[in-house]
């Protein structure tokens, strides 16, 4: 079975601190890909950041960095910086890659709620 | 990139009624996909819908409650029918870019069963 596990159902931390937040998954494929999402209040689902699960070097987009280890299966979000506009529920999926015309559907963890505390 | 219209994006509705919920998107998608958001909650597939072709559930879901419409590639609408108040959720509209594997989300729609 393919699952994604979230062991941090809520976090807080400092506005300006460096928060990790973590992530596993189990699959036995090879080709997927990682994600986090961001659901703020407005429920808008926005993609944070994504890695590609062939790719050794660590994704980062601005404050949003990630920590991937493969064969550990984990996936962990760092957010340096943080600001009150962070806080939101978190949610890491992976996608599997199904060439030939199969669904690419992706498979979410429960989600960490963080607050940013000013 | 996707831009997703939903509709309605909240409702109040009466046990045993149904509610149809659109999604539109600005471009033309190959695959939507619908979830559910159960309160406090992660997010469960609840079908694929392609263009042309029955849409295709997930375990636990099926075509009677859920029935879904892919009239063309940049719309679809999902059905709650014989609503109970098990079904108060956040439904998803989800579209897939297939260059950079990525799904994009409509903002959802809030529904409450009385």
């Known amino acids: 079975a393919q699952t994604v596990t979230q062991s941090q159902p809520e976090m807080s931390v400092q506005e300006a601190e460096t928060v990790t937040l973590s992530c596993t998954y189990d699959?036995?494929?090879?080709?997927?890909?990682l994600f986090w999402y961001k659901q703020p209040p407005s429920r808008q689902m926005i993609l944070v950041i994504r890695q590609e699960a062939y790719k050794q070097q660590n994704a980062t987009e601005n404050r949003f960095s990630v920590n991937f280890q493969k064969a550990a299966k984990s996936f962990s979000l760092k957010i340096s910086d943080s600001q009150l506009g962070d806080t939101a529920m978190y949610f890491c999926a992976f996608m599997i890659l199904n060439y030939g015309g199969a669904t690419n559907k992706l498979i979410f963890g429960t989600g960490t709620l963080l607050a940013v505390q000013p | 990139s996707a831009v997703i219209s939903q509709k309605p994006s909240r409702d109040i509705c009466q046990r045993g009624t149904s509610l149809t919920i659109q999604c539109q998107v600005d471009?033309?998608?190959?695959?939507m996909f619908w979830y559910r958001q159960q309160p406090g909650q992660s997010l469960t597939l609840i079908a694929t819908a392609n263009q042309g072709s029955e849409a295709t559930y997930e375990s636990g879901f099926v075509i009677d409650k859920f029935p879904i419409s892919r009239p063309n590639l940049t719309f679809s609408t999902l059905t709650v029918s014989n609503m109970s108040p098990e079904d108060s959720s956040i439904y998803l509209c989800?579209?897939?870019?297939?260059?950079?594997?990525?799904?994009?989300f409509g903002q959802g729609t809030r529904l409450t069963v009385v």
């Open positions: 699959t036995s494929e090879n080709n997927y890909y």
């Open positions: 471009s033309q998608v190959t695959m």
């Open positions: 989800s579209v897939e870019v297939e260059v950079h594997p990525e799904a994009f």
